[in-house]
């Protein structure tokens, strides 16, 4: 039987541009108490782009935390916590890829790190890709690849491809959209 467990003191240990890092002071039924970390994320939402050869729009960036590049889906922070994840993922299509989509579908949500941190990520699938303007911040620098899904599985079976939110989002796109009939 599971015990009660209640909050009952949270501090700012950290404000960031991205999360915000609490400690929380966590009560159980017993009268122990444990402090616990928690990050605090607005949200964020992802995209596969799919071109019309059944191809997947990939970019490829310098990620710092892990000192490397990575090849990720476009994705990014929610601009607020009220932005629909829609919305986010229209405009990061379009930011990082040079392509939008008048065709837009959710296909799942993730939570990262669910023991310690509260992001939530909503991917998209995107169809219909129309050329227009890669836009992209100040600090990206993003190369855009096309791939296969079989050429990114592979990769993600070879340890090539780490990302979560990446390694989810082609798996479940070629489950939802490439085995339907299996």
């Known amino acids: ?22 400690c929380d002071t966590m ?16 949200g964020a939402a992802a995209v596969v782009p799919v ?4 191809k997947i729009l990939m970019v490829r960036q310098y ?15 929610l601009d607020d916590p009220a932005e629909k994840g829609i919305v986010c993922a229209s ?3 379009e930011e990082e890829t040079g392509y939008r989509s008048d065709k837009l579908e959710w296909m799942i949500t993730l939570r990262t790190t669910v023991a310690f ?4 990520i909503e991917i ?15 600090d990206e620098y993003i190369d855009v690849q096309a791939y296969s899904i079989e050429e990114l599985k592979a990769k ?4 090539e491809i780490e990302d979560s939110k990446t390694v989810s989002a082609i798996l479940a796109y070629d489950t939802k959209y490439n085995r339907r009939a299996e």
């Open 1 to 22: 039987m599971a015990e009660e467990v209640r909050r009952i003191k949270r501090e700012l240990v950290h404000k960031g541009a991205v999360i915000d890092i609490y």
């Open 27 to 42: 009560e159980f039924e017993n009268g122990n108490t444990a402090q616990w970390d928690y990050i605090h994320h607005d």
């Open 51 to 54: 071109t019309d050869e059944g």
């Open 63 to 77: 990620r710092n935390a892990l000192e490397r590049y990575t090849l990720e889906i476009p994705a990014g922070k």
């Open 91 to 93: 405009r990061e299509l």
């Open 117 to 120: 941190c509260n992001e939530r």
């Open 124 to 138: 998209f699938v995107a169809h219909n890709l129309i050329p227009s303007k890669q836009n992209l911040d100040e």
């Open 156 to 159: 993600i079976f070879a340890g």
